[in-house]
């Protein structure tokens, strides 16, 4: 899979999540087993909207070329997603119900792929794709 496809997959499932979550967030914490409380509808509004921002820069930013762009990216998605790997395997069977990990493999994934891009993939990162 070529970067550009990576940050285009990653930047839609961060958008559709982000939507869940800020659109109808009582759905979505139900579906997790999550409480459904005023102050919990709040907070996952809340990361519905971090989601979706950071789902479409992913998607908005997919065809960037800019080497220092594309490694802010990289960075910045496997940081950011193996914390939330973490996170959501130690809730997983415990605060949340066993669908947490589901969420533990695409926050482990999307972590695996900009490492991938970031350290092992054949193409430098900036450089532009054939």
Do not use: C
């Not at 559709?16 to 997790?32: A, E, N, Q, S, T």
Request: glycine share 12%.
């Amino acid at each position: 899979m070529k970067r550009e496809m990576f940050f285009g997959v990653s930047g839609i499932i961060g958008a559709i999540f982000g939507l869940g979550f800020l659109l109808v967030p009582d759905m979505m914490l139900r579906l997790y087993g999550a409480p459904t409380e005023p102050h919990h509808l709040m907070l996952a509004r809340y990361f519905g909207s971090a989601l979706l921002t950071v789902g479409l820069t992913y998607f908005l930013a997919r065809g960037t070329q800019e080497p220092a762009a594309v490694r802010a990216l990289l960075v910045a998605g496997l940081v950011g997603n193996a914390a939330g790997a973490a996170i959501s395997a130690s809730a997983a069977g415990g605060l949340q119900n066993d669908l947490a990990w589901v969420t533990v493999v695409i926050y482990a994934s999307i972590a695996a792929g900009a490492a991938y891009y970031l350290f092992m993939a054949k193409q430098p990162v900036g450089v532009q794709s054939a």
